[in-house]
């Protein structure tokens, strides 16, 4: 018997999953999510004044949270997940086109419809509310649509991170991101131009997709993930305090040097320090997994994670 939602009840559900499923997955997953979720309902300010939608955020008004912001930056966990997915799917053989293409479409779909949906709300706006509130609520609606673009970008690399053979190995390759990570910060700054540290959009990002490949192997312990992210968390800190960069780890529009447009150092520290803590919390998670009712809940959240992630915004708003 399934529920309305097309889903087994509890008990079947739990009974239905392979054994091998890592279900620390799905729960970092919905986990995730709705910390996004939850971090921009705290952040977000709208309102209409002088007949015009303005949309602001909490920390353009409050600078002193922006240490808040790293707890609540959590995209590295998005990329981190997706990785160790993406090994365990992976087979030798598997046409890498075909592979790419198979995740690519479980993503594309639900950001179809919502293209096609905010196409026709925002010639309503234009007829009703104006040029200027269409052009300021269009620039939100596909302001998430980064993630989408970027993930498929990294998602392309996991048949090479699936090749990994050594934790050893992996740290090389973490140092080196790290290091391209700090030439393109230092470009920036040295050119006053965003587009000098355009790359970090993809070196950053594949940080976490280097660490999820790690979880993937088992290549770790919990204890050593650890103490990486506690160096990392460590090193992050000094960073920020004596570093050229900004505290926020998210867009406020009031920052000299944006952390996340494109990516810097100091958010290539967070995905470390998040991603191994997560590590040292896998097993721990995946025994409460396990509880049916729980089990239960993270499928059906996560049967509607893309959807939910491309319409937050709208409904807070």
């Known amino acids: 018997m399934t529920t309305l939602l097309g889903i087994p009840r509890p008990a079947e559900l739990a ?3 392979p054994a091998g499923r890592d279900r620390a997955l799905d729960v970092l997953r919905i986990t995730a ?25 909490l920390l353009t008004a409050t600078p002193a949270l922006a240490w808040l912001t790293w707890a609540l930056q959590i995209m590295p966990l998005f990329f981190f997940a997706g990785a160790a997915a993406g090994v365990h799917s992976w087979r030798d053989g598997t046409p890498w086109g075909t592979w790419l293409f198979t ?8 950001a179809l419809w919502y293209l096609g949906a905010w196409t026709v709300a925002l010639i309503a706006v234009r007829f009703t509310m104006g040029a200027e509130s269409a052009a300021a609520l269009g620039n939100e609606a596909v302001a998430l649509l980064w993630f989408l673009g970027t993930y498929l970008i990294v998602l392309a690399f996991v048949p090479a991170l699936a090749r990994l053979r050594s934790a050893r190995a992996a740290a090389l390759v973490i140092a080196v991101l790290l290091v391209v990570t700090a030439l393109g910060d230092w470009a920036r700054i040295s050119t006053h131009t965003l587009a000098a540290g355009a790359a970090n959009l993809v070196v950053v990002w594949l940080i976490p997709m280097v660490i999820g490949a790690v979880y993937a192997h088992r290549f770790v312990t919990a204890g050593r993930a650890l103490i990486v992210a506690a160096g990392a968390l460590a090193v992050q800190v000094a960073v920020a305090r004596f570093g050229p960069y900004d505290v926020s780890l998210v867009v406020t529009g009031t920052e000299r040097m944006s952390n996340v447009t494109p990516p810097t150092l100091l958010l290539a520290l967070q995905c470390i320090w998040m991603s191994s803590l997560f590590i040292a919390c896998a097993a721990a998670v995946r025994r409460w997994a396990q509880r049916p009712r729980v089990w239960y809940l993270i499928v059906v959240g996560n049967s509607g994670a893309m959807t939910l992630y491309l319409w937050h915004i709208a409904a807070i708003a």
Request: contains cysteine.
């Open 15 to 17: 009974a239905a999953t």
């Open 33 to 57: 999510l709705l910390g996004v979720v939850a971090g921009h309902t705290v952040m977000a300010t709208s309102v209409i004044r002088g007949g015009v939608l303005i949309w602001d955020n």
């Open 103 to 110: 995740r690519a479409q479980r993503l594309c779909r639900p």
